[in-house]
Structures are given as structure tokens and as C-alpha cells.
């Protein structure tokens, strides 16, 4: 990787050992959506050693702001929460913590999805360029996010009123590691992450003994032909040139071989890229689910929306903007514009609920980018700590200077 | 329900109300299969109070012996073990107790299979013959069994040595609720209960992001169609003049909605009442899920038995000798020579062990016999106290009497 | 195969050589169900002859009959018709022969079910009785039936008025050949054959260009879940006690790869025992491929019933007389009684339409009675001429006598 | 429609009464793949009538040749054959044809792709450059390619020697209609049409009486379970932001209810855009229909191929001089550029087997261009006869112009 940042605006090697340290306690302290207690405190105390001041905001959302004379008011967003995943990573430092889900249950967690990195690579910029304060000006909000991965994180900031407490900003940036190859990073202009609509389907049977199917009614094998007449939703009734995913993430029934049980339970997650391919999606899951129950003699299911996650949309001006400093940031030739992808953000929710336009790209975390490796969500998703880190702060401090820079 | 016991051979006011008190606190205390220890106890002290001495054999198994003098010895078995159902009858003395299964899932528990009704009868009919000692001789070998559900209890009770410290019975008998009629009995000679044979079935995929099925392999979509295409060994491969059950009896996978995970684990619960269709059956069911697999690019599932049933078969001269006792307890009227069942007991274990007859029937528990109404493992399964505990109680006095009886 | 008709009362070398002829002669020349144009002409020969009477009935129907003095009227009827298999038994004797379905389909034809056979034996049994007419009177009603394959004969006949031209019985015999042993027999009492519903279904999709299926609804894709989901009829809403078959026989669709068709069509055949299973199947039939439909977005599919074979019931006490006259006929360790076969067969319409009682009988086919061997309506099933057709003689000429024979 | 063309480059009123009259001609007397006799010999008397000389090519191709002067040679193919549909327009002239399909099987044949209208429009460019011979130097080809449905007629001129008996073009162009508003037209530079590959799946079972299950195995299940099954190629293999059809277009077995067939036969249409996504998915495709047929218990099915159709690529510089004709031919606003389609061609051959640049493109055929409307290969896609044929001879006029036009 080459930077073309002037060598103060370079994290120092002191500043890098105490950003990896930070990333592996981040990467074993991991907590899911909407319960980082931990992690909130730990990011105050780094502000607050950096003399940065915050406040909470959206529960376990924290917010630092560093006025640096007149100028631009620019936010960037880094997430903070983790999966229920079970780390196979074999790292030294891997994670070994639990939490419990919103319906109780207990489950590994991990920071599968990398935004540890996040946090990291913002606490990093933040550093640098409070080191260098004599070359910009105006004002950076720091955003650390919580619950990304339930789409309840940004809209709980907003709802506990950020723009209120927080000075406006005229552009929100974020980024995210990806499987792509450390030290490079893509991004694309106009569409830039899928929309996610989330359900649980309760599919209610009638329970009886396992050996009388006769006297019940199945609600597994009901289910199952749901997840099997879903298929059919992307192959059959979309365009080949459209989007979408349709996948069950989860399915839960009984709790014993020999009993038929009265429900089961899945959980859809459906992802698009256009409003009119989102709506036949969403038709036909529901026509299909409901038609699936009615073969099997069963009353229609329940389906409870989970959340949804609006278009991540990177907008044109200001990616135009954005460009040329990752450019500087990682060097040209590791700076690719890319597909559209279908992972979900609700970072865009942070600027488009005041109007202003938002950019957010991908740092890669792999050695060599290898496709068939794993990716995030994957129990084996591990990025390296460097190149990674390295890019991900000097990719955050040159896009903060292109708004807030001095000439 | 009409008996032609003698007075004396029947339940006194006192002893019901004492049945009735019994029934209620089993009900309201069901514990899951091996793990019956409060039951075991609650029927030793009532053993205790009775003056039968007993041994405990197989962990939480219970053994009592009646020494009255010469003659036969016979054994009466009744299983003690709840089911992982949350009891829905509203009955004033439902359950509310939560056990946890062996892979350490807290679960709600139910006596969904009316054990506590055997417990009950048993101990009843134990009152009633220590009451007329005098009009019979022999020795009584009261067996209350745990883990019947899991078929581990005979086994573990045989293992633990029964038939070394307990005398030789030359017949085992024993009785089941159903939701027949109270106060009628149901009986058949030769094949009475299905063979079962259960599996835990885990699919491996790769786990991968939900948005990104082309970098996993999705174990939810590979299970659902295992399900689907299982329907096909019953309705395609045996006549269907043969009988058998394919049930899958829980199917579990996934954490997040969001996440295509590793695995997906599925259990299965199999009948039959034959060699021949058996072992079509699990032919089959392994040909369909290792081909499945293969179908969804997956390397072929872990396959493990969690248990396999005998057929449990009525001898033909033991039940000659037992028909007229019921018919004696009950009222010919009300006893019904009926088809074998679907459902499974490792009752049969505890006689073919040792080479000695046994021989099993059904007692109702509803008011009305109502077809539609909840069977045995609904949450619904709720038997009226009398005349369902009267006829137990009588049924077992009357049988017992058929081998033990003076003249 | 050991008779104890009396010498006499056999065939002689000379006939029985003739009935080869005219065996090989009707298995080289198989029609169609109600197109037995030839076979029907040849009977008429072959009566004539023997100097019997005839008419037609019901079109390719033949009737014919031998009045012999005072006595009771009996009824024998043998079926005509042949199937649409391509003959693959590599007999010297094989069809070649080709015929075209009500659609207009050219077809191969094969007596693949035998009823070459049945034809001959009656040939045979009447050729025996005029031979010996001195030792019976009474009336035979020769009934040659076509059409038995699509139940249209039987109710044919009946239609064109058989009990008003032809005298009434006071029984109606009939009997198949099987895949059993040759010179074997096999009956049972009360329900011999099941009930039969056979339905043709229309599923209409939207035709388009292969390529483009957002523009179109697959109706393929919709039939092939019907087919599927329709497994769990059997195997999940009927008890394993009871018996019934759901078979899609024909699946019929598109003209070229590259279009997605605008229709469907398959055929069901349905297989019960009892009115109430009849009626959950058929019920639970209609509800999945309705819905069906729904989950693919479709109207609702025609379903045009093409036939229903009722219950073929064996009267009991006319079932008291045909069995030693089996026994007489093949021997009695050579008469099995067995379980109602699942097949189906409009002869009990013969009987029933006019209050009368019925018999039906198998008789083997097969040198060794192979479980395994080709069976009927196999390309590959080949009955060995003999003993098959001495033994079919003989089992019409014994049981006939036993109404019909003085003393 | 407006055109930019010259008055004396457009069609007179009287030929253009002459190209509805050879229209509805054509459109009447559809025949299919490779059997385009009639056809060929009706362009074969219009060429003469043009005083163009012609010569056979590939059985029932036609190749016309005009030769004015010196100058580029440039080639234009118009492919002549239609489809097993039955006509359902209604139109004053629709087809009532028919034709026989290799396998022998009757079918109705309609022009339901509408390359009658390419005939006509090519022969009405034809007309129109012989009256203004003086305007353009060079040689035109006229290519009237018969076999496109089954990919058979390209590959058939060009074994037949079609560029050793004409000369060597520099540029092959072509077009196509759609169901896009008549008198606009589009085109994609780059990737324009979908690979195609097609195979004949034949799954062996075993075939039984359909009420006896258990002695055959049933193939109809089978290829119902695969139809199903490849649903998840396209929605749980690939990228959703990757482009393949994975089709079945027709499916037969089975000529009677009550028999369970031997065989089911099904035909696949595969579409892909990309080496690795074909790759992926041919794969797919084979491994599901082989496990399928596993899980069965049935031999590996038989995979016949039936064609491939390689990818349409308009050569990006062809493009630039194609484009300016098109915007010429109907004005600047009726044109669009468009992404490829999943449509296939085996146009691109043409040029591909001599290294030759080649271009393809769509003129619109509906009043509206109604999105909701019939599409090709519809039983009822009727293009409109103008502007359609007008628009098709102006565009092929224009861009035969742009490289043979004097100045």
C-alpha cells in the first residue's frame, strides 16, 4: 500500500501498536446489537483520553465532537456491534464471549462482520488528525453506532435526537471491511448497498404424538415446503438482470423426535436493489407462504416484519469528492469502483433523515483478496491487522480532509 | 364402568381421594426422561407408607417387592418420565415446571403422556392387594421405570441387573393411557406397539452472509428438501397394505436471519411393525438424505441414533389369560380387541430379556372417546381423573389376581 | 397343480392345445379399452363353434348364453382389453400391435394385465360344461367385458341393458391372473379390491419465451410442487393403519425447451379401501393442488374426473361356496386366503347394479411366484401359459358347478 | 415514426402493400426448425422477382447476392423458421399450420417469434437499395438463415460453405423483433444475447401398476423432485448480481393414470451471460439431476445435448456506425441502448466462424409497448404490421447505407 498522505498525517508507529491493541481487545470483548455496554465505555475512555468530548446517544450510541475553528461540519459513522457467531477463526486472539438474545437465548458472539475494524480505523483518524488540528478546520462528529446488524442502531440515534445535540453536518461518511485484498478499496457511485426486509414466519400445525401424523397436523414439513416453493421467487419470477436474495436464516420446530410440534418458526431476510423488484419479492414471498400453509390445511402463518433497511445510496457529488482522497489515501491503482452489492447498511439512514447526502466504500481485510476465502458472517472471517488498519485510518482521515482540509 | 371386582378388591373412598391427591402432585411435578429424581422419590416414600420394601435400579428407577408366600411371581410395570411440552389444558393443576434436556436447552415439561396416570394406578392396585393379602399368593414385582420416551429406561434398569436382584417374574405386565373412552380398556393379541428407531441428523453447509448465497452452501434449503422428499418413502416405496411413520420431529438452524449458517440438525422418528418395512424405511430415509446432500453439493450428513424401540408384541397365551381379567375390571362391554399401534414402549424389554411373556394394553382417559379431541404429546392431553384412575387401579388388580389370585 | 375334477370334467390334450392357439392369438392382437373391435369377433367365432348364442353389448361387449335345463342362473365374466405399454417380455408371442388414445396418440398396445388369459379360460371352462352337459342345468351367462382399464366397460354393458337381454344371476364369479404362482390361487372375503378415482388436472400458467420467466408463469414448475407436496397425503394425513395410493401416472407438457408452456397436464389415479379414507385423500388432494396454484400465482387448476371404481367387495357366504371349489379345482394347499388388493376393478358393478352378490379371484401366472418378478402392467409381465390356463379352466368350470352341478 | 431517410430510400406505398400482402403470407405458412421448405422457395421467387440472383445453403437457406460496383461486401441475415405453438391472436391471419417434430409428434406451428417479419423487412431493404443502386457501391448479402429456434441453421450454412460461396463480408448485421413499441428500436454494445444450452434429460424408473407403488420405482416423483430442486441454482448459487435461466420447458411421461411409467423425459434451456456463470450453473444442473435420481434409487439419468448457442457479441465499433444509421432510420428518440438480453442467437456465428465483426438489434413491434403484453414465443405475440415492417426496412436500409452508401 502507498500513501501519498504527508508523513504527519501517517499514523506513527507508537499510534499503530496502540491501535492494534485497541482492535484485538474490540475482537475479544465483542457484544450484540444494542447491548455494547463494554464497548461504548471503552470508546469514551479513548475519546476521553484524546480529549475528545462525548455523550451517549441511542443507548449504547456514542458521540464525540471536536470543534477546530470555522469550516465544514462533517460526520463519519463507524459500527460497533458483533453476531452471534461462533469464532473458528483459530487467532490468538479470538473471541470467546456469549450474550443472550433478545428471546433469551444464549449464543456465541463474534465480531464476524469486522466492525471492530470500524471502530478502530475511526479512533485512529480521530488521533491523527488531532495531531495535526493547525491543518483543517471546522468541526468532526465522531459517530460510533451501535446495532447495525438489527437496523435498530441508527434509527435509535436519530429517535434520541443526534442532530439535535450534534451540530449538522453537510456530508456523512463511513466504511466498511470487506473480503477484498488489504490495502485497497472499492466503491460505487449511485446505488451502493441493497435494501433488507427481515420477517419471522410462525407457521402454526397441531401437535400430536409422532406416531399418529393423522391426528395432527405437520408444521415442519409445511415450512419445509415453504424454504423449497421460495426457491422459485428469484428463478422464476424475476428478471435475470435483476437483484434479489431471498434467504431463511432460521428455522426452529420441536423439541423432541417423537412429537409432532404445534409450530414452527423461520426467519426471512430479502434483499433488493429497486423498488419495483422489492415489491414482486415481497408479493410473492407472502403469496407463497400463505398458499404453503393452505396446502397443508393450516391457517394462514404469522409474519412479523423484523426490520428493514432502506437503499444505501452513495451520492454522485459527493462521491466525486470522495474519490480522489481514497485515491491519495491507498493509491490509485487500489482504488476500484465496483457492482452495487447486496449486504444492507443502515448507515444512509444517519444522513438521509435530515437531507444530507452520504458516502460510504469498502476497505479490503485479506492478504490476497482471495475469493474463495471466507467472508463476512463466515465463523472463519479474519481480517489481517495490517495492511487493514492502516488503510482503513488513512482512508478516513484524507476523506475527512477533503470537506475540512486547508487548501 | 361396571366391575365385577369384590368390594373389598376395590378402591375405598379414602384410598381414590388418596389416588386423586397423588395423580395431581405427579402431574404438576413431571420431570424429563433419566432425570426423574423428586418422582423416584415421592414413590419411594409412598412404597414406604405401603410397608413394600424397595431398591432403586437403573438411576432413578424404582423396584418394590410383595412377598405373600408361595406361588408365581409376577411384575407390573408402570414408566414414570414428562416430555418437553408446555402443558396447555388449563387445568388447576397444570404444569409449570421447566427441565433441561441433555444438550442443556431449558425447556417447559408436561406429563403429555399421562405416565402419572400409570404411577397412580400402579400404587393403587399395590393398595388394594396388600389390603386383601389373604385372597392371593405369590410375589408382586412392582417396576416403575424411567426414560421411557428415550427408550434408555428398560435398558438401563436390565443393565443395572433387575432380574439379578429382583426375582424372575413368569410374565411382565403393563398398561397405557390413550384417548379412548374411561373406563374402557383396548387390548391386541400378537403385534401390539410399532418399532422406533430415532436420528439426529446434522447437514453441513458453509456458513456465509445472507445476501451472499454464491459464497456458502445453504444447510436451511438442503435440510427443508431432505424433509419434503422423506414423504416419498411412505407414500412411494411400501405398499399400502404396510404400515410405518416418517416423522421429523424437530428441525433447528440458524442464529440471525441474516446469516446463511453452518448447519442445520433435524431429528427423526420411524415405525414400523415389521423386519421387512423397516428396513426398506431406513434404507431409504439414509439414501435420501445422503443424495440430498449431494443435490446441495454437500458432503453426506452425520447420521446418529439416538434409539431404537423393539417391537413390543403381546403373547398370545398370556393374553388369553388377560382378557377376562379386564373384562372381569372393567365390564365386557367395555373391553375392545383393537388393531396394533403406531406408537412405541420399551415396555416389551423388560420380559424378551429374559425370554418371559408380556403383555400391554390401553386404558382410556376421556369422557367421550371424542376422535378429534388432543391424543398423548399434545399440550391439550388432559385425562379426566375417574373413572380413568378407578379402571387403572382395577384393571391392574384384576390381571395380577389372574396369576396370583387363590381359586 | 393337483385338480380333483373328475377326468372328464379337465381339459383334453386337443383343447387345451387350442386354447394355446387362441391365447398367443389374443396376446398378439391387443386393443384398446373400448376399441376391442377384433377381439370381440373372435369370441363371437369361438362361441359359434361351440355353438353358443351371443350378442353384443356395450358396444365391443359379447354375451353369451348357454340355457341347459332348469336350475340357477350364473354369471362368469372375463375382461378384454388391452393397456398402452410397449411389450419388452421377448416372447416369441409379443405384440407388436399399435393403437391411439381418446387424444389421438398413437400408441403401442400389450395385454399387459393379463386379460388374454381371462378371455381364454372362460373359452376354455364353456368348451368343458357343453362337453358335459349332462352333469349341470341351469343357465351360464358368458360375459365378455371391455373396457375394464378405464371403467367404462362394466357400466357399458350395464347401460346397454345386459339384465334385460340376458337372464339375471343369482351370482356374478370373475378372476385375474397375478403375479403369483402358476396353479395357485388367492381370494379374501368382504373387501377384495379398492376403490378407484382417477382425475385429469389442467394447471394454466402464462406461456412466454424461456428465457424471460418474469414474463410468463411456469406451469411446469407449478405441476412438478403438486407432484411433490402430494407425497404427504399418504404419508402425513392418513393413519399408517389405513391404505391408500395417490399416483400421478401421466405428466404431460410443453413442445420445446426453450418455451415455458402455457399449460400442464396430469393425471391422478387414487386407491382406498374405505368411504372415510376416500375422503380425506380426495379432499386433501383438491386443497394442495388448489393451492398450489395459489403459491404460483395461478387460477385454479381443472380437475376433470375421468372414472371411479367402486369397492370390489366378495360377497361372504358366496365366498363359503367358491372356496372348496378352488380347493377342488388347484388343490388346497395351492388356495390361499390374502389381504384386498389395491387394485381396482369395475367387475363388482356387474353384480351390484342389479342387488346381486359377487366373487372375484386371483389365480398365479408366474412359474415360481418371484416377489420381485415383473407384475401387471409391467412391459415385462409374461404369465407361463401353463399351468396358468388349465389351472383358470379349471377354477371357472369347479366354481360354475358348484351352483350349477346336480349334486 | 420519423426518418431521416431520403424519399427515394423509403418504401412506396405500393411495396410497401406488397411487403403485408408476403407478411401475412408468411405468417400463415410458418414451418418449423430445418424444415423451412415452402418458405425458402416463396423467397426464393421474391428474390427473382428483384432479378437478384440466389443459391441454397444449409438445406433450406437461402443466400441472395447484389453486386453494385466496387466497395465493401456487407452481409444481412434474417432467420426464417417458427415454433410448436398453437396460434391464439385471433388475427384475421393467423396460422393454422402444422408440422412434425423429429421425435414424430404432430404439433401446431405458429411464427410466434415473428421472423416473418425479418424476411419481410429484408426483403423490403432489398427492394429498396435495387431502386437506388446508383447511391451505393459494394456487394450486399442477403442471408435468409433457416433453423435459429434449435441452433441448428447458422452452423448449417457455414458447414455447407456459405463464405466459400459468397464472398467474405466485412460487418454481418441483423435484427430482431420485440415486443418494444413499434418504430423504436434498441441495442447493447458488448455482450447483446445470452448463451444458451439446452439438454434432453430421460429418467428411467421402473414401471409398475399404479396402485402398487412399492413394486416399481415411480420417475414422474423423480423428475418432479428435479424440476423443483434446479429452482436452487438461481437462487441460492450464483450472485444475485449475476444473470443466468435455468428453464424446463417441457416434461412427458406416462400414457395412462394407472400406470406408473418406466420413463420421464424433461428438456432444459440454460442462459448465461458469462463463462464461470455458465460454468456454475451447467454443473449445478448436473450434479442436482444426478443426486435427484439418487435419492430415487434410480440409475444416472441420460443428459443429451441438444444445442448450444454462443454468446451474441456486437463488436463495439460495428456499434458506433450502426447506432447514427439506426437514430437515422426512426429518429434519435426511438432509440435506446439497452442491456443485453437472455434471449439467444446463433446469428453471432455468422460472423464468429470467419472472424467478422457482427451486429444485432431490436425494432419494437406493439402499438404500446406494453410491458404486461405478449412477448415472444407467446401463443399470442402479434407485432402490429405498422410502423413494424416499415421501421425494420428503414433500419435495414440505414445501416446497410452507413458502410455501402456512396458519400
Not at 421467487?233 to 423426535?257: I, M, N, Q, W, Y
Not at 414452527?264 to 404453503?292: M, W
Request: proline share 6%; charged share 20%.
Amino acid at each position: 500500500m502507498t500513501t501519498e498522505l504527508t508523513a504527519e498525517r501517517q499514523l506513527t508507529e507508537q499510534e499503530r501498536q496502540h491501535l492494534h491493541t485497541l482492535y484485538k481487545e474490540f475482537h475479544q470483548n465483542p457484544e450484540l446489537s444494542m447491548q455494547e455496554h463494554r464497548t461504548a465505555e471503552r470508546i469514551e475512555r479513548e475519546l476521553t483520553a484524546l480529549g475528545i468530548s462525548s455523550f451517549r446517544c441511542g443507548g449504547t450510541g456514542v458521540v464525540g465532537i471536536v470543534e477546530n475553528g470555522d469550516g465544514p461540519v462533517v460526520a463519519f459513522r463507524a459500527d460497533t456491534d458483533a453476531l452471534p457467531i461462533e469464532e473458528a477463526t483459530g487467532l490468538e486472539y479470538s473471541s470467546e464471549a456469549t450474550g443472550t438474545l433478545p428471546d433469551g437465548t444464549d449464543v456465541p458472539v463474534m465480531h464476524g462482520c469486522g466492525h471492530d475494524s470500524h471502530i478502530t480505523g475511526l479512533l485512529g483518524a480521530a488521533q491523527v488528525l488531532l495531531r495535526n488540528r493547525e491543518t483543517w478546520s471546522g468541526t468532526l462528529v465522531l459517530i460510533f453506532q451501535p446495532g447495525e446488524e438489527t437496523a435498530a442502531g441508527a434509527a435509535a440515534m436519530i429517535e434520541d435526537g443526534i442532530w439535535d445535540k450534534a451540530p449538522r453536518p453537510e456530508v456523512v461518511l463511513g466504511q466498511h471491511v470487506s473480503p477484498g485484498k488489504a490495502g485497497t478499496v472499492d466503491i460505487s457511485a449511485g446505488p451502493a448497498m441493497a435494501m433488507a426486509d427481515s420477517f419471522r414466519v410462525t407457521v402454526t400445525g397441531r401437535q400430536t404424538h409422532g406416531s399418529q401424523p393423522q391426528n395432527g397436523k405437520d408444521p415442519i414439513v409445511a415450512a419445509a415446503a415453504m424454504v423449497t416453493r421460495l426457491q422459485s421467487v428469484v428463478s422464476r419470477e424475476l428478471s435475470p438482470l435483476d437483484s434479489a436474495v431471498v434467504t431463511v436464516g432460521t428455522f426452529h420446530a420441536g423439541l423432541k423426535e417423537n412429537i409432532i410440534p404445534e409450530t414452527a418458526e423461520f426467519s426471512l431476510n430479502i434483499r433488493s436493489l429497486d423498488e419495483d423488484v422489492r415489491s414482486t419479492v415481497l408479493n410473492a414471498v407472502e403469496r407463497i407462504i400463505n398458499a404453503e400453509a393452505a396446502a397443508a390445511g393450516l391457517e394462514q402463518p404469522q409474519m412479523e416484519r423484523l426490520y428493514h433497511f432502506p437503499l444505501n445510496y452513495n451520492d454522485e457529488t459527493a462521491v466525486d469528492r470522495v474519490l480522489p482522497a481514497l485515491q491519495k489515501a491507498v493509491g490509485a491503482q487500489n482504488v476500484a469502483e465496483s457492482k452495487p452489492r447486496m449486504g444492507s447498511e443502515d448507515f444512509g439512514l444517519l444522513g438521509s433523515a435530515i437531507g444530507v447526502p452520504s458516502v460510504f466504500w469498502f476497505f479490503g481485510g485479506t492478504p490476497d483478496g482471495d475469493p474463495e476465502g471466507p467472508v463476512n458472517h463466515s465463523p472463519y472471517f479474519a481480517p489481517v491487522i495490517e495492511p487493514t488498519l492502516t488503510a482503513a485510518t488513512d482512508a478516513a482521515v484524507s476523506t475527512l480532509l477533503a470537506w475540512l482540509g486547508r487548501s
